[in-house]
């Protein structure tokens, strides 16, 4: 880690909301990169304003820490218990975790923590890819199984995905079959639609963003791009919905590699965004 994220200057026992990079790229299937993505975005984060706007808050009035990146190996499984064994650190401190990717491997690991904490825990997915299979590439562990493992975690009844626009032809066929709750973009009524969400989950959710979400347009610079996506204001629309009862985030798959910048500068504002709106809206993490 060269620099730590914009603003996050506070000790770790200090600080409400801790960031953890996880540079891991190991099951990457496309374009390989991802692991570089930690330290891009913390670069970025240094061109934005610590006043938000939006919020009317200033992100110097919110205590952050950057823990830095977790160490990686080789060995796949030990990544994700030392990631596991740092999130339940944060959380059980009643701090809010902020995981940086990495590739989308590291939501189980991190969901796995938090549920640990918040046993009713929910997890909304935004992500072009149903990653719903259950093994790629002989990996149960793929960036590609992410959705599969975190229902095995918090239950089938308590995942919603938004912005689906790829999957494979038996992964729908199952997800249909088994019933899990899914959104395809280009929906017209994302309002209606999250207002619908918020009445059905009760609880604490888990935000996890793929950035591939997002469309190509505003954000190419992913692992892998998916044309017809969402609007980066659509995702700022989602996290106000959820606010104020965020309780863990992640954003993952930015791959700097094919990126002139600006798909880690929209990660990192949306990052100040997060924060700046859980903040404002839950006494927990002030
Ligand atoms: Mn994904
Ligand atoms: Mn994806």
Redesign the pocket.
Known sequence: MTEFFADAEASFNDAKFVFYGYPYDGTACFRKGASKAPDEIRKHSYNFETYLMELGIDLCDVSANDWGNLKITKNQDKNEKSLTELVSKIVDAVKFPIGIGGE?SLTPAAVQAVHSKYPNLSVVIL???L?FRHEYEGNPKSHATVTRRVSEIVGLDKVRSIGIRSVSQSEISEARAIGLKFIESGWTELREYLTDVIDELDGPVYLSL?M??IDPAFAPGVG?P?PFGMTPYEVLQTINFFADRIVGFDCV?VCPKYDNGNTSALAARIIRHLIGAVWQSQERFK
């Open positions: 989308h992500d072009a890819h990653d793929d591939d979400v892998t998916e798959e």
